[in-house]
């Protein structure tokens, strides 16, 4: 089968930095199924260019800078001229909403090819005060109204993202959307060796995600500081990107927390692994996570998550994480120093997520993928 994949971004071509491993991983299963792969990235490196990677051929668009309306413009027609000259494809699957999703419904209808959109993000959520999530904005709305009207299929990753359907309010019109499939996006469980730890203190956290407003720091930071206060040895590592000029590094100075924080940017994945087995509890402090993917890494190094009851976090409460509300540093803080605490939950609820994420791996959501492709193709 032909397979025409559209992301924004995630696939550098060192497969190692820069990428989202759990999509290289997903097309690398599907290329190893014996099908022909080709993703186009609506806007990564400066000028156009494919090249090979993870057994799928990879086309870069090219950056377009210009204003949003006309760069939204653009990207749709330089994707349209890809498609065409890489194509006739079977199916096309475009990952999260703005862009790709919906550029990919649009040009699968006039191209009379079935389309399948994942939801990964904030498509379905608002969230004024961080200026977070697509259904803020008339127009954002109404674009991820038209193409759930329009998408052959739809999948998300968590019971959580697909009960925030029944929550939506399409903005123009009373548009039918389709209901979606639940199909969580696997990791490649080899790359993140299950580790025995030993007990604290010292005790380590880690947290994996870009700093940024959804992400939450503030609201982890502030526990952090809770649970020093209640154990003393506890270090908590972050690792993401910084969005934020340094906000989340000046409120660890504030907290008197430099001794007890590390800021390591963004890491590769064999890095990432280290720090997982290297820990005691994997963080999630988000106000939304459509799924998280690091939970499922973190959990099959055989690592239990504490957090926010949002993503995996939410629909694994209470046998295989430990879930509080979004934005309570304390009830966040009483959880992690509870967990710290139990070396019998922590063993059960890590060993219960680690079963799952094994049985949910990267080669499993290929298989349930190329499935989809084939009901809705007719193959």
């Not at 720091?217 to 506890?234: K, P, Y």
Request: net charge positive.
């Amino acid at each position: 089968m032909r397979i025409g994949f559209v992301a924004t971004g995630g696939f550098d071509r060192s497969g190692r930095d820069r990428i989202v491993p759990a999509l290289v991983w997903l097309v690398e299963h599907l290329a190893r199924r014996g099908h022909d792969v080709h993703v186009f990235v609506l806007d990564y490196y400066p000028q156009p260019c494919s090249y090979a990677l993870a057994g799928a051929s990879v086309h870069d668009l090219g950056r377009v800078l210009a204003p949003p309306g006309l760069r939204r413009a653009a990207i749709g027609l330089r994707l349209a001229a890809a498609l065409k000259e890489r194509g006739p494809f079977d199916v096309l699957h475009g990952y999260l909403g703005i862009p790709a999703g919906v550029l990919t419904v649009r040009k699968g209808r006039e191209l009379g090819v079935p389309t399948v959109v994942s939801l990964d993000s904030g498509e379905l959520v608002g969230i004024p005060d961080i200026a977070y999530g697509l259904q803020r904005r008339w127009l954002d709305r109404t674009l991820i109204a038209r193409m759930l009207r329009d998408a052959t299929r739809i999948t998300v990753c968590t019971e959580f993202m697909a009960n925030l359907f029944s929550k939506l309010r399409p903005a123009a019109e009373a548009f039918d959307v389709t209901v979606p499939r639940i199909i969580p996006i696997g990791v490649d469980a080899t790359r993140f060796p299950h580790t025995t730890r030993p007990d604290g203190p010292p005790w380590r956290l880690v947290r994996v995600g870009s700093l940024n407003r959804v992400k939450d720091h503030e609201t982890l930071l502030r526990a952090m500081r809770s649970a020093v206060n209640r154990l003393g040895d506890v270090h908590l590592d972050l690792v993401g990107e910084d969005t934020m000029d340094g906000d989340a590094q000046r409120l660890a100075g504030e907290l008197n927390l430099a001794g007890h924080v590390t800021f390591h940017g963004v890491q590769p994945t064999d890095r990432v692994a280290a720090l997982y087995s290297s820990a005691h509890l994997n963080i999630v402090s988000s106000r939304h996570e459509a799924a998280n993917v690091t939970v499922l890494e973190a959990a099959c190094s055989g690592l239990m998550t504490v957090g926010t009851a949002v993503g995996y976090v939410a629909d694994w409460a209470e046998d295989k994480a430990s879930a509080v509300r979004v934005a309570d540093p304390g009830a966040l803080a009483a959880a992690i120093v509870s967990a710290l605490l139990s070396r019998r939950t922590r063993q059960a609820r890590a060993d219960a997520a680690r079963r799952w994420a094994l049985a949910h791996d990267a080669e499993w959501s290929a298989r349930q993928f190329e499935r989809l492709y084939a009901q809705i193709t007719g193959r």
